[in-house]
């Protein structure tokens, strides 16, 4: 079923090369719309849904930004039927990300071609401002040669996000298309896979030409998705370290002003209503002065490590560990490395993976008489 | 360091646990006055959210208590439940909360004997392991 192709580079411009592929599909009549980040006004990186193919002169789906998790809006564009078929580029977590939406009933797959990029990576959202306030001027191809195939902690002086550097899916696996970078030569062409049949159709649809995939690139992926990996590992080390007892775990989320915003960005935080904005959390007044009396004094805004762990509880079996919470924090509290680590446990209790595949139920949706029985009844310590 | 004093907080299901606690009240069987008991209709509606906020209150144990495999009022309430405090028990050691602070246990309507048993049983162990650092934030 795969189909192994690619994309010539000219003029040492693999970015060019991968806006020419994305015309080439939008150019079909079968293909409505191109979902991408693009340039706003030389500033910043944004998605956009792009119809006209002079605007995807803009794309830029392998610049160092990463303003918002892609799979919130591939949600508003697909959870009913948008009328038209949409290619969306993403990056594997936005993709694991949007596997998790549709289990949850919160997107559709129908009309959507789901075209993933190897990941090189991303800045967090105030160093890529940062970086593109110095100039912009061939960003994306200086950040690919940059990061391509090593994965370094920096760029240009300024720090891959956490979450990125700790991230051991580079590779799309779970897209229609895949287009590689790990592996390849970024002056000559970049391997492009077809992995369902409705990639296949398109592929067939633009006549790429048949291709192998580049010799070096199993290793080249191998490669980074270990260093990743021993990074990620080290990361949880550190992390448990620091929020082992409840008092620790408080402390580390002490600068938390209860914006939610980790919570706005977190593709995955599904519920319409949030509990933590109902008004089970509008406490009447004389209870905070209880809470006073009670303790000597109450931490303000209160329900701060509530909110935390039952966010937890609640969402830690979908973290795909993008990072967005991290990136949306106002005071930059590293709320992804909690948020990983009890992710990676809740995940591997239930043999799930969050993304992995799009047939396994959410582990708290479904049961069975005869499971976990090893955890009923008394035990000591 | 020995806890004199534990509390405990239960979720008990309306149409056994609880059921057998107004038994072994009828029968005026004894047990510590140490476990408060919160009624809910079954255990599959207890949210984590409600034991993540008894912890964090300082309780120094969870008591999850509701029907035996196939006699859930609701069906399957009680193996919903039973995923819930698997993900907990997985979530809270993290946090430094160990997983034998949490307990479930399925008790029938007419297990009143076993029911004070099981407080007892409880509130020994609680007074034992004492308190662990954090907790009432
Ligand atoms: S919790 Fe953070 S890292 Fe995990 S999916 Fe949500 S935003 Fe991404
Ligand atoms: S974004 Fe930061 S400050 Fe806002 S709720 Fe999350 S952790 Fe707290």
Redesign the interface.
Known sequence: MKRTSHILVENNDPSAAIRRFLASLLALDSVDAVLTPRWLSEKTVMPALINDPDQLEQADPCSPAFMMNSAKLVSRLTRKTPGGKIVAVLRPCEIRAVKELVKLKQAETDGLILLGIDCPGALGNRDFQALAAEGTEGLGNRFLRGVIPDAPAEFEGRPISEACKACEFPVPDGADILIGLYGADLNEKLPVQSNTPSGNDLLDDISAPESEEPADRKAAVDKVTKARTARRDAMFEKT?EQ????????DYFANCVNCYNCRVACPVCYCREC?FNTNVFDHEPFRYLQWAKR?GGV?LPAD???YH??R???M??ACVGCGQCSNACPNDIPVMEVFR??AH??QA??DYEAGRNIEEPP??SV???N??TG??????? | MQKEDPTIIAFVCNWCTYTAADLAGVSRLNYPKNVRLIRVMCTGMVD??YV??A??EGADMVWISGCH??DCHYI?GN??A??????????LP???????RL????IGASDGIEFAQ?IK??TD?AR??GA??????
């Open positions: 448990a929020v082992n007892n409840l008092d620790k775990f408080a509990v303790r931490r701060t490590a509530f762990l039952t937890l509880a609640h830690s079996t680590l009890t446990r809740t209790a239930f582990p708290l049961f069975s008489e499971e976990f955890i009923v009844g008394i035990t000591k310590r | 984590t959210q993540i906020k912890f964090l495999p196939g399957n193996y919903k039973r995923r819930k405090v698997k993900l907990l028990k997985e979530i993290l946090f430094g909360v160990s997983p034998e307990v479930l246990t399925w099981t049983q409880l162990i034992e392991q662990e650092a954090g907790g009432a934030a």
